[in-house]
C-alpha cells in the first residue's frame, strides 16, 4: 500500500508558458503532502508543504506565485510552475503522508517529474 | 532549523562487504529517523526508520542506529549486492512536520 502516483513523468515546455505537474495518492488519504525539487546530482530541496483545503506553506527563498500548489482534495496535490523559464528545468518530486499518521512519519515519494524548459 | 551532515558523499565497496553512512543533526528536538533509497530517475523509498525512544533497529540486512545523545544516527548494510547501488538520504524529522534530506550517499557496489 501507500502508492503515490506523479504525473506527467516527464515535460518539455517552452519559455513563458505554464505546467501543472499533479500528484495522487492512490491507495490512502493525504492531508499533508509536500513538493520538492532536486538537481542533478544533489539533494531533495522542500519547496512548499501543501495542505488540504488550506493555503501551501512555502520555504524560504520559493516564490509562491511562480509556484502554485493546490491541495483540493485528499488524494491530490498540484503545483504549477508559471511562466516557466530555462532555470525552472529540474527534477521535481512530490510525498504524501498518511492522513492516519502520527505528527513525523514516513513520507511516500511519487517517481518525480523531469521538466526541461527550452 | 535542522542543519543535517550525511557523510560520507561516496561510497565504494565490494560486493559482499558492510556499508555505513552517519548522518549528524542540529535539533534536539528530532524524534523521527528515516533512511531513504533513490535509484537513478525515480523517487526517494523508504528503507528504514527509527524513533527517538529506541536506540537500533534491525530489517534483515539493513539496520539503523541512533545516538540521540550525541545528535547522529548511522545506516548499516551488511552483505552489499549490486542493487544495493543508489544514492541514500538521511531525512530527520524535527518538530515542524517535515523532512529535512541530507545531501545523500551515493553508494557504489562493486561485483
Known amino acids: 500500500g501507500a502508492v503515490v502516483s506523479q504525473h506527467p513523468s516527464r515535460v518539455i515546455c517552452k519559455s513563458g508558458t505554464s505546467v501543472k505537474i499533479e500528484c495522487r495518492s492512490l491507495d490512502f488519504q493525504a492531508t499533508t503532502m509536500f513538493w520538492y525539487r532536486q538537481f542533478p546530482k544533489q539533494s531533495l530541496m522542500l519547496m512548499a508543504t501543501s495542505n488540504e483545503g488550506s493555503k501551501a506553506t512555502y520555504e524560504q527563498g520559493v516564490e509562491k506565485d511562480k509556484f502554485l500548489i493546490n491541495h483540493a482534495s485528499l488524494t491530490l496535490s498540484t503545483l504549477t510552475v508559471t511562466s516557466a523559464h530555462p532555470e525552472d528545468s529540474s527534477f521535481y518530486i512530490c510525498s504524501a503522508k498518511r492522513s492516519d499518521s502520527s505528527y513525523n512519519s514516513p513520507l511516500h515519494f511519487g517517481n518525480g517529474t523531469r521538466l526541461t524548459v527550452t | 532549523g535542522e542543519n543535517v551532515e550525511q557523510h560520507p558523499s561516496t561510497l565504494s565497496v565490494q560486493e559482499g562487504d558492510s556499508a555505513v553512512i552517519k548522518c549528524t543533526y542540529s535539533d534536539s528536538a528530532s524524534n523521527y529517523f528515516p533512511w531513504y533509497k533513490q535509484e537513478l530517475g525515480k523517487g526517494p523509498q523508504l528503507i528504514i526508520d527509527?524513533?527517538?525512544?529506541?536506540g537500533e533497529k534491525k530489517d534483515q540486512r539493513i539496520a539503523v542506529t541512533l545516538n540521540k545523545t550525541a545528535k547522529h544516527f548511522s545506516l548499516h548494510i551488511t552483505e552489499t549486492q549490486p542493487e544495493d547501488s543508489a544514492v541514500y538520504f538521511c531525512?530527520?524529522?524535527?518538530?515542524?512536520?517535515?523532512?529535512?534530506f541530507g545531501a545523500g550517499t551515493r553508494l557504489a557496489v562493486h561485483p
Open positions: 531525512a530527520p524529522g524535527g518538530g515542524y512536520n517535515k523532512l529535512i
Open positions: 527509527i524513533r527517538s525512544n529506541v
